[in-house]
């Protein structure tokens, strides 16, 4: 214990420098005036450097050497042996890449980003290409020094999904893709069956930000414990177990975009300030994955916010507020509305139907490209290929195709899949959930969310990183990672809205 005591308190200085360059983050993103930009950039920089000499010193290597000998034997459950397993894989990231890679990585994918935007702004791949190359040829450097058994993409996946497996996600996957295909585009038939014009009417915006603020009240999110503030891209940065921060943007002509992303985040922020507060100051504070974080988000917003017992609540509330808009729209017709489901060229406009497929993509592309199946080259033209076989569109162009994401010039290479990975585990918590507290849509009917706020907290918000994702999951609702239960979740409310 007192090997990992002192782990712990070696460590302290790594979390609270993270913390202290997320407030200047979260603050570089809200609030601070252009002109602090150049600062703030190199302030970032040094608290990062100060973290990683900490953190990727030989003393951390060798504290965590001397927790792990005291541990050994001792209960794998235990917080003791969850906090040194999850410091030794951060530690192996951290350490197993040469400098000189980090380096070229840092010096590359600044390039790569400020080329592509151009590329995507003047929908020219060809310029975009070279750099999309050389990114490839690092994230093969990085997978080799990172090390792997079976699959190259492995090593990737792992830093954002750790322990995950590229052929059991690909296995998933394509069962996922031969059963969703034809139900996407059964309903892509019928896409005339729902009306959605009234949700792009003008809506005030002071407004729709105290509807929003009174809905993830309401949901558990608490304020004295956090704070939302407007941002050009949404997102949840935590300074401790105790300030989870969102934020939102409003769109005056569409409704659900600020609504939904408000709920989306404040199913992040959930996660974080219900991890058990003997974690906070330690490397166990936090969410397990991004895949895990991504199916909170998405529980709250689609299967929970896009639902109907939420609405059944919520409703009256947002006709009173929007009396001209939505007085003469029934519950029923804006249930529908908020989730029509569309054939976009675009994975951030997309619904929760087809988004999965947008992943499924991009997840198949990324292999390819890294185990060199697929030349650069040839990359639009696969793209292409694949929007036509799952969608049935082909983009008109490389910048709404290939070039419309960010991820690949930042090096985020193994990042994609975690999205469709959330959708597929936030409908297997649900289920579980609500084969523990069957009552749950009902009481969410009253306005009552807690019984499913605490479900969660208890069962996955407490653990923090406590748990690989795989286990927790496994913990959790007794079965591994599958597709059936967000096909059957699909076909049981699309069927409905679609009359198939
Ligand atoms: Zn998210």
């Known amino acids: ?61 060798q504290l965590l050497e001397e927790a792990e000998r005291a541990l050994d034997g001792a ?11 999850v410091v030794r894989h951060d530690y192996d990231l951290e350490t197993k890449l040469p400098t000189s890679l980090v380096e070229a990585l840092a010096r590359e994918t600044t390039r790569a980003h400020e080329i592509w935007v151009k590329a995507r702004e003047q929908n020219d791949f060809a310029s975009f290409a070279p750099m999309l190359e050389r990114i490839y040829d690092l994230m093969r450097e990085k997978a080799e020094a990172l ?17 995950a ?16 295909v034809p139900f996407v585009h059964q309903i892509f038939e019928r896409l005339d069956a729902v009306d959605h014009s009234f949700l792009h009417k003008e809506y005030d915006v002071k407004k729709q930000e105290e509807f929003g603020l009174e809905v993830i009240r309401q949901l558990g999110y608490d304020f004295s414990r956090g704070r939302q503030d407007r941002a050009v891209h949404p997102f949840t ?36 300030l219900g991890c058990d507060q003997s974690l906070e100051n330690t ?16 529980l709250w917003e689609n299967i929970v916010g896009r639902g109907r017992p939420f609405w ?34 675009i994975r951030v406009e997309a619904d929760e139907v087809t988004y999965n497929l947008h992943i499924m993509l991009r997840f198949e592309m990324e292999n390819d490209l890294l185990e060199g199946k697929l030349a650069v080259k040839d990359a639009p033209e696969a793209w292409n290929a694949k929007m036509q076989e799952y969608l049935g569109i082909t983009p008109p162009n490389d910048a709404q195709g290939i070039l419309q994401d960010v991820h690949w010039s930042s ?52 653990h923090g990183r406590k748990y690989f994702p795989a286990d927790l999951v496994q913990r959790v609702t007794g079965e591994p990672l599958q597709y059936h239960s967000f096909m059957r979740y699909l076909r049981d409310k699309y069927s409905e809205i679609y009359e198939l």
């Open 283 to 298: 490397m166990l504070a936090g969410g397990t994955s991004l895949g895990v974080h991504e199916s909170q988000s998405r």
């Open 411 to 462: 090096g985020l290479v193994g990042y994609f899949p975690t999205y469709a990975l959330g959708t597929l585990l936030s409908v297997q918590f649900w289920d579980k959930a609500l084969e523990d507290v069957p009552s749950i849509p009902d009481d969410i009917a009253q306005g009552n969310f807690s019984t499913l706020h605490d479900w969660l907290r208890n069962h996955i918000y407490v």
């Open 312 to 345: 059944q609540h919520f409703y009256p509330l947002l006709q009173q507020t929007f009396p001209e808009q939505l007085g003469k729209v029934d519950l029923d017709a804006f249930y529908r509305a908020i989730n029509f489901v569309s054939r976009s060229l």
């Open 147 to 163: 090390g792997y058994e079976d699959r190259m993409y492995d090593a990737l996946l792992d830093q954002y999904e750790p322990g």
């Open 75 to 85: 209960d794998p459950d235990s917080t003791e042996a969850a906090l040194v397993r």
């Open 165 to 180: 497996k590229t052929a059991h996600v690909a296995e998933v996957f394509d069962g996922l893709r031969q059963e969703l």
């Open 237 to 272: 940065t935590n300074f401790s177990i105790n300030d989870v921060r969102i934020t939102t943007r409003y769109l005056p002509n569409y409704l659900p975009s600020a609504l939904f992303s408000s709920v989306h985040e404040a199913g992040h922020a959930l996660y974080e």
């Open 1 to 61: 214990m007192e090997a990992v005591e002192k782990l712990n308190a070696h460590l302290a200085d790594v979390v609270n420098l993270a913390r202290a360059a997320a407030v200047l983050g979260w603050d570089q993103q809200t609030y601070m005036p252009p002109g602090g930009a150049e600062a703030r950039g190199e302030q970032l920089a040094t608290l990062s450097k100060l973290a990683h000499e900490i953190f990727a010193s030989d003393k951390t290597g």
